[in-house]
């Protein structure tokens, strides 16, 4: 479940999903992996949620390896609205 002002990353390929998995786990970034959240589409169908606290850390290291979400969003109420990807 995603929690109010919680992002949520998209990636297009379940490649780069799990590998920004294995980077931010070894980074120490707290995250999650979760299934797309219904409201939104992706082509793998996984996801990382993450909380505002983390959006800089993780972004960084992404940014590091050259592996940049897609796209993102942000939990506002029952909505997502899109937020920006760069830091």
């Given amino acids: ?16 999903v799990l590998k920004a998995e294995k980077i931010l786990k070894e980074a ?9 959240p219904r409201q939104l589409t ?18 960084g290291v992404l940014a590091d390896v050259d592996l940049t979400p897609a796209e993102m969003y942000q ?3 029952d909505a997502y609205r899109e937020a920006s990807v760069e830091l």
């Fill in 42 to 59: 992706a082509d793998c169908g996984l996801a990382l949620r993450f909380s505002p606290q983390a959006r800089t850390c993780l972004l």
């Fill in 1 to 16: 479940m995603v929690k109010e002002n919680d992002y949520v990353a998209i990636f297009h390929s379940i490649h780069r």
């Fill in 28 to 36: 120490g970034v707290d995250f999650l992996l979760i299934p797309v």
């Fill in 75 to 77: 939990r506002s109420g």
